[in-house]
């Protein structure tokens, strides 16, 4: 802010922005428009000096929120966190860190920044209080939040499976959840929702989707929940958009491999793998034959 508020900006604490923007629903045949604020934390003059290590929920996490809900006849959701970087703690660092707004974006949407910013304030940068995208701390921040609020309700970690929480009352567990950054897998008995409603006056939420209801994503994977209580798993959505590799017809089959070919390979095989962990076990044998056979 200008008069008594000012903070003077160094040059090299100032980072360049800008806008990225995202369909939240690429893989699943529709489309929801996301736009995001990001910096490129490479430029940070501070990086490598705060701690950065944020842990994400195993796959373990997941299936144990799975079985839970299945066993005990629990309903299952998910719900992905807004903005949630920017709901998370407050940047821990001794000097102030700014981002340059760019000038070259829309008027309508620099006229609506400078609306929330108010009057008083500079129209070229902005001070950083929270994580934004693209600093190293960031997800850290949100995750030590996240974990702040989950026990300020109840809930506490397993100790030996990270980003688990399970919440007890009078000495049996009414609820579980994961969680994967920004996105939470919960169940729980009525009196667990009961909780959850609590957290939900602490964070602003973009969705809170009932796996009753339809296929729903969670962390690449698509679930649903039968009347019975148990679940359906779908990585069709996933494995529908990796690409095939496409060999020039022209090719010379008997010229060594080319160093994109090479990186071509070893990222589709990586999408592939990828899956055959999470559940498509009859991709494994294919993915670790190619492998093999990549050139080294």
Not at 44 to 51: R, V
Not at 81 to 93: M, P
Not at 149 to 154: K, N
Not at 248 to 264: F, I, N, Q, V
Request: charged residues 25%.
């Amino acid at each position: 802010r200008r008069g008594r508020w000012r903070v003077r900006a160094e040059r090299e604490r100032v980072l360049s922005s800008r806008a990225l923007h995202v369909n939240k629903l690429a893989g699943i045949g529709d489309w929801k428009a996301s736009t995001r604020w990001i910096t490129g934390g490479h430029h940070d003059p501070d990086k490598g000096c705060f701690e950065s290590s944020s842990p994400t929920a195993l796959l373990l996490c997941h299936q144990m929120v799975l079985f839970y809900a299945s066993m005990m006849g629990w309903i299952c959701s998910c719900a992905d966190v807004k903005s949630a970087f920017l709901q998370g703690g407050d940047l821990e660092r001794p000097e102030s860190l700014f981002l340059r707004i760019p000038l070259t974006w829309p008027k309508r949407v620099l006229d609506h920044l400078w609306d929330r910013l108010g009057p008083n304030c500079r129209r070229d940068i902005l001070r950083v209080r929270k994580g934004v995208f693209g600093l190293q701390e960031s997800p850290r921040l949100f995750y030590k939040h996240l974990k702040k609020l989950l026990c300020s309700i109840g809930f506490r970690e397993l100790v030996l499976v990270r980003c688990c929480f399970v919440l007890f009352k009078s000495g049996v567990c009414v609820a579980i959840c994961t969680i994967h950054v920004d996105d939470l897998l919960l169940a729980g008995t009525a009196a667990g929702y009961e909780v959850f409603e609590q957290l939900k006056t602490m964070l602003k939420f973009g969705a809170w989707r009932c796996l009753r209801d339809d296929w729903t994503k969670f962390c690449g994977r698509m679930y649903r929940q039968l009347p019975d209580f148990s679940f359906e798993i779908s990585l069709d959505f996933y494995t529908s958009v990796i690409p095939l590799i496409k060999i020039d017809p022209d090719r010379d089959m008997d010229a060594p491999t080319s160093p994109s070919e090479k990186l071509e390979l070893m990222q589709v095989n990586g999408q592939n793998g990828w899956a055959a962990r999470q559940g498509r076990y009859d991709l494994s044998f294919g993915v670790s034959q190619c492998q093999q056979e990549i050139p080294v």
